[in-house]
């Protein structure tokens, strides 16, 4: 497996291509290229699966450990938790109006 970063698009131009291949072949099961091609296809939706699963994870756990933080910093500072949300309802409603 490569060592950079994969992006979701790459992953996606990666699966795109590879079942292009697949398609473009024979049908005929006893197809060498055939066979070749849908292992291959098979191959790379297996490493996209995990990448994205893995993504996934990845996510889920920042989003966790953001609202964790919060969560603390609310319980112990609960007016300045307050004020800034103020604040913040302020701005936004300030800028909603105009």
Sequence with gaps: MPSYQFTLQDDLTLLRETLEDVLRVSDDPSDKKYLEAKARAENVLKEVQSRI??????????????????????????????????????????????
């Excluded at 990845?58 to 603390?72: L, R, S």
């Design 53 to 98: 699963s893995e993504a996934s994870d990845n996510c889920y756990v920042h989003a966790k450990q953001a609202v964790c933080q919060a969560n603390g910093y609310v319980h112990k500072k609960p007016w300045q938790s307050i004020g800034a949300a103020a604040a913040v309802g302020v701005v936004l409603g300030f800028l909603i109006s105009r």
